[in-house]
């Protein structure tokens, strides 16, 4: 079956880093659309960055555009998010989200159109 497992999270002080991981089985992250997002308290869930499968078209949110990077790396098929220069802002419940069909809301890195979703990763960005 579909699973999804992020790891990576953890406390960082404004303008660190962290990479955060997405390990996929039961199915090849090459044939699905991954995307990132993230859920601040109080907030709703909301589209980070996504990569499209075939063509790895990438979208990001413009607020963390230049800052964070997303990639896949097919042989461990495992998908990544780069986070670079963190805010507190940025303090979150990362989750990852996989999904086999290219549509009008994955193509828009909407949540609304993934089916499979990992646990989560908690991100902190304090001083």
């Known amino acids: 079956q579909v699973q999804l497992v992020e790891s990576g999270g953890g406390l960082v002080q404004p303008g660190g880093s962290l990479r955060l991981s997405c390990a996929a089985s039961?199915?090849?992250?090459?044939?699905?659309?991954i995307g990132w997002f993230r859920q601040a308290p109080g907030k709703e869930r909301v589209g980070v960055s996504c990569?499209?499968?075939?063509?790895?078209?990438?979208v990001y949110a413009a607020s963390v555009k230049g800052r964070f990077t997303i990639s896949r790396d097919n042989a461990k098929n495992t998908v990544y998010l780069q986070m670079n220069s963190l805010e507190p802002e940025d303090t979150a419940v990362y989750y990852c989200?996989?999904?086999?069909?290219?549509?009008?809301?994955?193509?828009?890195?909407?949540?609304?159109?993934?089916?499979?979703w990992g646990q989560g990763t908690q991100v902190t960005v304090s001083a």
């Open positions: 989200a996989a999904d086999p069909l290219i549509t009008v809301q994955t193509a828009a890195c909407s949540r609304e159109g993934f089916d499979y």
């Open positions: 990569i499209h499968s075939r063509e790895l078209r990438t």
């Open positions: 039961g199915f090849a992250v090459k044939d699905y659309v």
